[in-house]
């Protein structure tokens, strides 16, 4: 391995890393363009989970609970007063933390979000660790006698 490809390997690596950052963040600013009341409806009750169903939310229930929900939620946003995360947090705070289906961002729910990408980031450093303790180095030493073992495997097959 050579000079020029040692230092040109961890660049390469930086301008990969660079770009897909900026790819990640050009698709997740996209304008949608404005919403109407209905698309609002629609995305509250895709946040909120069912309150007498197991693993449904709102927008997919056809429970009575859900049914009242959503019309409790379309009369908030015709209403104009609340913005959607106002609303959410008023259902929140009448049902409790275990209607949202998406946990919050903050506090002890951070965890959820915050614990993957530590174990992730854990176990990359890990296997780095672990390669290059693997990796023969470049220097290494071959006695005659591994010379000698490896000539007698190739001529004896």
Request: aromatic residues 6%.
């Amino acid at each position: 391995m050579t000079m020029n490809s040692t230092v040109k390997r961890p660049f390469v690596w930086a301008i990969m890393a660079i770009i897909a950052a900026l790819l990640l963040a050009v698709g997740a600013s996209g304008d949608r363009g404005p919403l109407t009341q209905q698309d609002r409806v629609d995305g509250i009750s895709k946040r909120l989970a069912c309150p007498t169903c197991q693993g449904e939310s709102v927008y997919v229930s056809r429970a009575a609970a859900a049914v009242a929900l959503r019309d409790e939620i379309a009369r908030q946003v015709g209403s104009g007063e609340r913005s959607d995360n106002e609303i959410v947090s008023f259902v929140e705070q009448r049902f409790g933390g275990q209607i949202l289906l998406v946990p919050r961002s903050s506090g002890i729910d951070a965890l959820v979000w915050a614990l993957p990408v530590v174990a992730l980031i854990c176990a990359l450093v890990g296997l780095t660790v672990a390669f290059r303790r693997w990796k023969v180095s470049d220097g290494a030493v071959v006695s005659d006698a591994d010379r000698e073992l490896v000539n007698r495997a190739l001529h004896d097959s």
